[in-house]
Nanobody
Framework: QVQLVESGGGLVQPGGSLRLSCAAS????????MGWYRQAPGHERELVAT???????NYADSVKDRFTISRDNAKHTVYLQMNSLKPEDTAVYYC????????????????WGQGTQVTVSS
């Protein structure tokens, strides 16, 4: 079964940087939109950034000018470069793929990764 596998989380000091990666494993033909969401303790999951297969990006206001999302369509991988990190960026970050077309199913579907912890603290 196709899975989305995240990596790159960890502990970083305020003002530091991290780069998250999310790769779709298995026989994937295409993915419409890939994105990052995050969920802090006691809060609902929120959108961080998305990127379409054509390269159109969308960001939450709270991360604009600090985070950059990109993707490699050939590798079915999405990245999130996070700069100038703040303590309020601390959360579990989830990767989402929308409109996956795979060898396992005839229809397109959405999938989530398992999440990776990002902690910003001195």
């Amino acid at each position: 079964q196709v899975q989305l596998v995240e990596s790159g989380g960890g502990l970083v000091q305020p003002g530091g940087s991290l780069r998250l990666s999310c790769a779709a494993s298995g026989r994937v033909f295409s993915i419409f939109t890939m994105g990052w969401y995050r969920q802090a303790p006691g809060h609902e999951r929120e959108l961080v950034a998305t990127v379409s297969s054509g390269g159109t990006t969308n960001y939450a206001d709270s991360v604009k000018d600090r985070f950059t999302i990109s993707r490699d369509n050939a590798k079915h991988t999405v990245y999130l470069q996070m700069n100038s990190l703040k303590p309020e960026d601390t959360a579990v970050y989830y990767c989402k793929g929308e409109g996956l077309l795979t060898a396992e199913r005839y229809d397109r579907y959405d999938a989530w990764g398992q999440g990776t912890q990002v902690t910003v603290s001195s």
